[in-house]
């Protein structure tokens, strides 16, 4: 198989864990912040990554090497992650995951800056047209425009800032590196954020699988997200992520009532066919030198 279509398939993954989380997320909404799902999801996957390198013999993969650049990372993630759980608990799902798929046209912006790639007319393009699909979705005015959709636009930056330095890092560094990192540095994040007003709540005991159900599902994610970004460019392997919308669509209609509101179907078909213009000018065989 080609890296691409390895990218592809481990990218499939990234969405059954991604969607998983969000159905979970939601359900603990009411019960812990967003702060303390991130200090319980990042601890619990602290430990499953220490025991995962410890049985495979590959703990001497975690290096310090690159901290500055973990720690940007994980910054970038969390404040995205944050975001995205806020989101997840005010506005539709549907809503929600079609604003964070402009997470790859932020890619676009934001690679020349951290990984060198420069913005090509096609990634211009893209770029352009995406952005008509997020007035689409969000449809801005002072009637519509709310805090949790600022969130689910705002966690698409986070997301994308988060991408381009896997990507950036994983030039040096191996999966199980990054991933020990991610958990360690956000249950730092998670403890000072939710701790700051001397006040974390525990989660039930009813709860509990939810945490857990958030902890693995989010670590298979980024399993799955760091050895497609190994495998492919971000620009190639983000877009892959848009299978969610209508899984998650359908699970929120029939879980929760959702409407399928046809703009935001509309303007998530925009945003998916300006990446995947993107994605045929990025796979498309360049021609040999004799």
Known sequence: MSPTFQAVLWMSGSVVSFTAMALAGRAISLELDTFEIMLYRSVIGFFIVIAALALTGQFQQVTRRRLGLHALRNLSHFTGQNLWFFAVASIPLAQVFALEFTSPLWVILISPLILGERITATRALSAVI???????????????????????????????????????????????CVLFWLTAMQA??????????????????????????????????HYCLTTALSLAP???????DFARLPMVAILGMLIYAESLDPYVFLGAAIIFG????NILKETRPRPSVS
């Open 130 to 176: 995406g952005f008509l699909g997020i007035l689409i979705v969000a449809r801005p005015s002072p009637e519509t425009l709310s805090p949790g959709l600022i969130a689910a636009a705002g966690c698409a930056v986070g997301f994308a800032g988060s991408a381009v330095f896997t990507r950036r890092l994983t030039r040096t560094e191996t999966a199980g």
């Open 188 to 221: 730092v994040f998670g403890l000072i954020c939710a701790g700051y007003d001397g006040d974390i709540a525990l989660p039930g005991l009813h709860s509990w699988p939810l945490v857990a159900v958030i902890a693995v599902a989010g670590l298979v994610a």
């Open 234 to 240: 971000a620009p190639v392997v983000i877009p892959i």
């Open 274 to 277: 300006a990446n995947y213009l």
